[in-house]
């Protein structure tokens, strides 16, 4: 079964960009993995931000964006703001199923 | 609106037997994708399985292949997940998803003797 690899954690202050990374250990990330991203606040269910690369839902705030980016794929994140502060996860298809990365905490500061 | 509401969970022996349901309103449950997703005490999300519109499509992590079935009803707008054979490390709340677009609340199941 493919790893699919994020960074363990990333800090960002507020106002600034940062962008989380979403690897698979089968090589490039292409729009045939259809990357997904999500944000996970504690206690709380996970919330679809990015679907099938770059594509948002109607609630995901405009400083969000998906791309792919140097064989990954990729969450920017432009402006942070406190409310960011969460656990982001990547997922990607492989074949009719799907691997989740690790995670990826983000903290504003 | 799209609401998910999962039931079900609850302790279970090593070995034991438990049926996850996923009430699904707010869209049309018949045409959609279903996913079930676990996540572990103060660990990662990780995908367990799923099912085509039709029900005629499965898929499973291999963790679970074997062990778990997933179907749906789609005149009662419901998923399932039947999970045997169940083992320490399935605890986990688990959570249903449309699509992976659009998540319940989750429910906890904790397998322990």
């Known amino acids: 079964q493919a790893v699919v690899t994020q960074e363990p954690s990333l800090t960002v202050s507020p106002g600034g960009t940062v962008t989380l990374t979403c690897g698979s250990s089968?090589?490039?990330?292409?729009?045939?993995?259809?990357p997904y991203w999500f944000q996970q606040k504690p206690g709380q269910a996970p919330r679809t931000l990015i679907y099938?690369?770059?594509n948002k839902q109607s609630w995901t705030p405009a400083r969000f964006s998906g791309s792919l980016l140097g064989g990954k794929g990729a969450l920017t994140l432009s402006g942070a703001q406190p409310e960011d502060e969460a656990d982001y996860y990547c997922?990607?298809?492989?074949?009719?199923?799907?691997?989740f990365g690790g995670g990826t905490k983000l903290t504003v500061l | 609106e799209v609401h998910l509401v999962e039931s079900g969970g609850g302790l279970v022996q090593p070995g034991g037997s438990l049926r996850l349901s996923c009430a699904a309103s707010?869209?049309?449950?018949?045409?959609?994708?279903m996913h079930w997703v676990r996540q572990g005490p103060a660990k990662g999300l990780v995908w367990v399985s799923q099912?085509?519109?039709?029900?005629?499509?499965?898929a499973y992590a291999d963790s679970v292949k074997g062990r778990f079935t997933i179907s749906r009803d789609n005149a009662n707008n419901t998923l399932y997940l039947q999970m045997n054979s169940l083992r320490v490390e399935d605890t986990a709340v688990y959570y249903c998803?449309?699509?992976?677009?659009?998540w319940g609340q989750g429910t906890l199941v904790t397998v322990s003797s």
């Open positions: 998803a449309r699509a992976l677009g659009d």
């Open positions: 707010g869209f049309s449950f018949s045409n959609e994708w």
């Open positions: 099912i085509s519109a039709d029900g005629t499509n499965t």
């Open positions: 089968t090589g490039a990330v292409t729009s045939g993995h259809t």
């Open positions: 099938v690369t770059n």
């Open positions: 997922s990607l298809s492989y074949s009719g199923t799907w691997v």
